[in-house]
């Protein structure tokens, strides 16, 4: 399914392509694509077991190679926001596997793994506070903001700001922020953001409501 979305690339979302998983979604932003799979909630080792609540575990697989610093941050990143969503408390001494893998990096992969993985959640009816959604933007040598930046643009910014949002309140879930900026230029990408993920987050309605229409 493809969504024009304003300022950004085009979305596009499959879900439940894959059998062994509980759910699943392939996401594209743009040439970024990222495949999300979740187990669970299910049997968890007893050295990971937690008694309150569900064990969230993240593993994050890129395209080529094993993983290194910068991997393993993503990937602690995109589990602290899934902690922050999830409805652990409903499932304790459980497990949630996530396992995100890069298809292709063409720019706000972090945002695109965080939407692939919020759509693998609800294709696999895990309980949650409220959905999230990611929107990566840029500033550029001159100042201006970039939403959505591809690569290039990435590559050339002074400073490449990732924000996710609840879809209550539209409040902060996370902040993922690299470079120089100042706090006007940070509220300016802050108010661009929010107001892009608010398109997201319809398109997650809409790509639900697609796939069960074919269920119908």
């Known amino acids: 399914m493809a969504y024009e979305v304003n300022k950004l690339r085009e979305l596009s979302c499959t879900l439940g392509d894959l059998s062994r998983p509980d759910g699943d979604s392939t996401f594209s ?34 395209k080529s190679g094993l993983p290194g610093c910068a991997e393993k941050l993503l990937e602690r990143t995109i589990r602290n926001s899934c902690e ?78 990732t924000f996710v949002f609840e879809n209550c309140d539209y409040g902060i879930v996370t902040v993922n922020a690299k470079g120089s900026y100042t706090l006007d230029q940070f509220q300016q990408c802050l108010s661009k953001c929010k107001e892009a993920s608010k398109s997201v987050f319809q398109f997650f309605k809409d790509s639900l409501c697609k796939k069960l229409s074919k269920n119908d």
């Open 84 to 161: 922050t969503v999830i409805l652990g408390n409903l499932h304790p001494r459980s497990m949630i596997s996530i396992t995100v893998q890069e298809i292709q990096n063409r720019g706000s992969l972090f945002a695109c793994c965080i939407n692939s993985t919020c759509m693998a959640l609800l294709d696999a009816g895990v309980s949650m506070r409220y959905l999230m959604a990611a929107v990566t933007c840029a500033i550029n040598d001159k100042g201006d903001t970039v939403m959505d930046p591809d690569t290039l643009q990435e590559q050339s910014a002074v400073a490449v700001l």
């Open 29 to 62: 932003l743009g040439d970024t694509c990222v495949t999300t799979a979740v187990y669970g909630p299910g049997e968890v080792k007893m050295t990971k077991e937690l008694l309150d609540k569900a064990t969230i575990e993240v593993v994050y697989k890129p």
